[in-house]
């Protein structure tokens, strides 16, 4: 550039004339790292290790969960089985053959007489 | 500026439990420079402060894909470079921040931060014409008197260019301070 052409330029000499306090950028730093999340800074190792503890307290979680529901089926089983057989037997002891004749015949429609020829030969 | 070595902080950053600290030191190392390459585009503390954190929050959102393929300070700049740009867009203090024929110009005489006199103050206004790039290119060779090639690593653009570009916003600069004159 010719020196007519700068003289601006010249009498200048290059100063930005511009400034900025020195406590300005003393804190900078700090005030910028502030704003950066520290979540941010686990690698990617420790969510690895995250997942992993995650996955496997879900595990235990389904682990604990079958076993609670097994636990609950047998103690179910064990304490309502024997009464149902207990109710069965006492069902048993109540039903008579007259009680067995009497639902045989309703079953099979048959009355009385029919009964009466079956037993004395003549039915068909 | 303190220098930093730049293999040394790439390991750290690699390692969570020394990555924020890097990242720190990238901070504490660049944040200066960046502030006044900012400040070059925007001429006002305030936003260049507001567009200085966003660049390093970008880069620290970045810095896992940050390989080394280009110096650490020439990644920086082109974020703080893009952020700018993005603000200025925002803003709409621009028309059109690249278009050669933008003649919009700023007045620094309320500005708490600017200290210079009236020569100053025209030329100033004279820059704040330039389009952003050309307006960068001036900035880093006037006032910090960088080397053409270290302004190529930054900004990406061939010496040549960067000189053509330079005597341009020279040329406008010279125009400018003619036509205010007159």
Redesign the interface.
Known sequence: ?STK?????S??G???????SDE??DN??A???E??PEE???????KVLDINKNRRRNLWISVVSIAASLALIVTVALNVLPTTTQNVEEMRAEYTDDDYNEDLMTYTMADNMAVYDYLSGYAE | MAKLNEQDILERLK???T??RA??DI??CF??QL??QI?YLL?N?EDT?DV??NT??KA?KGIDGFKGDSALGTWLYRIAYNESLTFLKQRRQMVSIDDEDFTGQAT?VA?E?????E??????Q?VSTLPAKQRQVF?MK??E?KKYEEISELVGTSVGALKASY?IA??K??NF?KAKES
């Open positions: 550039m052409d700068s003289r601006i330029l009498q200048n290059g100063r930005y004339p511009f400034k900025v300005y950028f900078l730093t005030r910028i790292m704003q950066i941010d800074v686990s690698d990617k190792n420790t | 390692d969570a439990r990555k924020r990242f720190e901070v504490n944040s200066r502030y006044w400040h001429q503390h402060d200085l954190q390093f929050i620290w620094f500005d931060d600017f200290d210079g006199d020569t100053e103050q025209v030329l100033m004279a900035c006037y006032f008197e005597h020279v040329e600069i010279t301070v």
